[in-house]
């Protein structure tokens, strides 16, 4: 069973920092893209970062500059390091990935069951 298991969110004041881990697992032949959305109340989802295999990023313009996303491929992880972080930022965040199945090599895009990142003023 293919899955990812997010950690890392909590309740944060504006200008602080957090850091969202990610982990893959199951019966993986390799792993594509991963990256992390996010869905705030009454909004629809929205990508925050994405990352190749290769290491090419692609933020969202709302954080540019303040957000990073790195992975290791070795551990099928991910992570997002959120700095100056802004009420605005407030959501769930949910870890995507696109994997690679070991049996009859199969690509599936997998989501993470998300976790609450709260920005206070």
């Known amino acids: 069973q293919l899955q990812l298991v997010e950690s890392g969110g909590g309740l944060v004041q504006a200008g602080g920092s957090l850091r969202l881990s990610c982990a893959a697992s199951?019966?993986?032949?390799?792993?594509?893209?991963m990256g992390w959305y996010r869905q705030a109340p009454g909004k629809q989802r929205e990508l925050v970062a994405t990352?190749?295999?290769?290491?090419?990023?692609n933020f969202a313009d709302s954080v540019k500059g303040r957000f990073t996303i790195s992975r290791d491929n070795a551990k099928n992880t991910v992570s997002l390091q959120m700095n100056s972080l802004k009420p605005e930022d407030t959501a769930v965040y949910y870890c995507?990935?696109?994997?690679?199945?070991?049996?009859?090599?199969?690509?599936?895009?997998?989501w993470g069951q998300g976790t609450q990142v709260t920005v206070s003023s």
């Open positions: 995507n990935a696109d994997l690679v199945t070991s049996f009859q090599r199969r690509l599936r895009e997998v």
């Open positions: 199951g019966t993986i032949f390799s792993v594509n893209a």
């Open positions: 990352i190749t295999s290769s290491g090419r990023t």
